[in-house]
């Protein structure tokens, strides 16, 4: 076997060195890293005017007061309510900034006004009373307003805001007075889901608060409970008047003692006697205040007004829709005569013959039906 030179044997070990040798597997480049998280920036704390006026539950109906969240038309709830009372007493919404809902309808007045006439922006006076709407949201039907112009709160609501002589604006202005405050838009948008400010919307949010002022509990209520202590001996005289010889429970029925029908009681006449019919209608200037019958065109509904609920009556002085009766008593006195006669009188009204002391057991019967529930008072700050 011939011999291999060095240089040979070194070349082929080099070789086989190599031959045994594999090439790296190919490596795939890493991933890419994924972008950090944004980081949200903290929540910005709660301003003044919401720690101030916190959400708060929906008030449970008070004894007597017949009351469901859930059937109202208008949707209720903890949050839209306290929109609704924002707006209700701000004053933003009226042209000049002078005048609220509540410069009206006073919480201390048990949302009436004690005063015979409203008072609007630049001191211009109204030719009507304000009156409450506590247990307002569940009337026998729909009308609202002492002649029943308005079928709903919302509706109710919007009228004095463009009436001149009340809030003096548009529906258009008070919107854009609302929508103009940074606050507000956020709470319309966590209330309905987008910071859209109408008057509807505005409307809605009011007569949300306004269906929470609820009265109940009342001695009357605990006495048709089964409390006999709840009235002394008058007050029971009283009430046995009231659904007796008086008959004020013909139009002043039901858990909210209201029939939310028209009558003419003959307050504001001030005509000559006449009989419906030609004469009837010469008469007409008799009175200064046609109510009703502006809204109907009926005739027959001239000088009516709507009935007002009973509830926290004695705080409601002075009385009717032009708040001529300055008492109770002289309110009682009014049906015992008879009204004041005219040719569109209701036939409900009739003389009552009632004696003096029947008169005073109707009065206190009826200071029985003040109770709690619509109690409030303005919020410490706005938006």
């Known amino acids: 076997m011939p011999r291999l030179s060095p240089s040979i044997i070194t070349a ?24 950090p998280a944004p980081i949200k920036p903290p929540e910005p704390p709660p301003a003044v005017w919401e720690t101030e006026n916190p959400v708060v539950p929906l008030p449970r109906p008070p004894l007597g007061v017949q009351a469901d969240f859930g059937k109202l038309k208008v949707a209720v709830t903890p949050e839209k309510v306290r929109l609704g009372r924002w707006l209700f007493f701000d004053k933003r919404i009226s ?33 009507r009373k304000s009156p409450t709407f506590i247990n307002g949201a569940w009337p026998l039907f729909d009308v609202y307003f002492w002649d029943g112009r308005a079928t709903s709160l919302s509706e109710q609501a919007k009228g004095p805001m463009a009436n001149p002589i ?23 948008r966590a209330v309905y889901g987008d910071d859209r400010v109408d008057i509807d919307r505005i409307a ?33 005289l009283g009430r046995d008047l009231f659904h007796g010889k008086a008959e004020c429970n013909q139009c002043h029925l039901g858990w ?15 005509g000559k006697p006449g009989k419906p019919g030609k ?69 409900k009204i009739k003389k009552l013959k009632l004696s003096p002391a029947e008169i005073d057991a109707l009065v206190a019967f009826m200071t029985a039906l003040d109770g709690e529930g619509y ?4 919020p410490k700050s706005f938006p």
């Open 279 to 347: 004469a009837g209608k010469a008469n007409k200037e008799g009175f200064a205040d046609p109510g009703r019958a502006k809204v109907s065109n009926k005739d027959e509904d001239t000088g009516a007004f709507k009935t007002p609920t009973l509830r926290e009556v004695t705080k409601h002085a002075p009385y009717m829709h032009d708040g001529s009766l300055a008492t109770l008593r002289d309110v009682v006195q009014h049906y015992n005569k008879g009204g004041n006669p005219n040719p569109w009188l209701s036939p």
């Open 166 to 188: 009340e809030m003096g604006g548009t529906h258009e202005g008070v919107a854009k007075a609302i929508a103009g405050v940074p606050g507000y838009r956020r709470i319309f």
């Open 256 to 270: 909210n003692l209201t029939d939310s029908q028209f009558h003419n009681l003959g307050i504001g006449w001030a």
């Open 95 to 127: 042209v000049d900034g002078s005048v609220s809902c509540a410069t009206c309808h006073r919480p201390e007045s048990a949302f009436s006004e004690p005063t015979p006439h409203s008072t609007g922006v630049a001191g211009k006076v109204g030719g």
């Open 12 to 35: 082929a070990a080099i070789l086989g060195l190599f031959a045994g040798c594999k090439s790296p597997a190919p490596v795939s480049p890493p991933a890419p890293a994924a972008p």
């Open 204 to 236: 809605d949010a009011i007569a949300a608060y306004e269906a929470t002022r609820m009265s109940g509990n009342s001695r009357f209520d605990r006495f048709d409970a089964g409390d006999a202590a709840a009235l002394d001996e008058k007050e029971k």
């Open 375 to 378: 109690q409030d008072t303005p």
